[in-house]
């Protein structure tokens, strides 16, 4: 009768090499670079959707200022049927409400985006005074008067 013998240890052959401590080290670091990365690009994701649907206060201010200049070199001004008519020498622009922008048309043609992200869009005619009610996605409320040079 033979004998089986069980051998406690494993030995390797040259060819079969495992990883060495540095080959561990450069992976794991290569992963935790793309868990880093992952992560971060989550959170930017995450900001701009929490952010993407209001109007920054910024974009106001240029589209306030540009707003101004049109009605200041404008000869005379209409609001009709929520539109703002500026009538400028021979030309007409027209500033409008255009899905969720506010867009600047000359003489009908042309289609200038303004600003953008808006669900409302008012003009109101206060003696004077022309006062501008811009709502944007969150419901935020952006409110601007500007009295013209050149009166009706």
Request: glycine content about 4%; aromatic content about 10%; overall charge positive.
């Amino acid at each position: 009768m033979q004998k089986i013998v069980y051998r406690k240890y494993v030995t390797l052959n040259n060819q079969e090499a495992g990883f060495t401590l540095i080959e561990m080290l450069i992976a794991l670091s290569i992963v935790l670079i793309i868990c880093s990365l992952i992560l971060h690009s989550m959170i930017v994701l995450q900001r701009s959707k929490r952010e993407g649907n209001f109007i920054h206060p910024r974009e106001w201010e240029i589209f306030y200022a540009q707003f101004k200049r049109e009605i200041t070199n404008s000869q005379r001004q209409e609001i009709s049927n929520g539109k703002l008519l500026l009538y400028q020498n021979s030309d007409v622009i027209t500033i409008e409400k255009y899905q969720d922008k506010i867009r600047r048309r000359v003489n009908n043609q042309g289609h200038e985006v303004m600003l953008q992200k808006i669900t409302g869009l008012e003009f109101i005619k206060n003696g004077r005074l022309i006062v501008i009610v811009v709502t944007d996605q969150n419901k935020r409320s952006f409110k601007g008067e500007v009295k013209p040079y050149v009166y009706e």
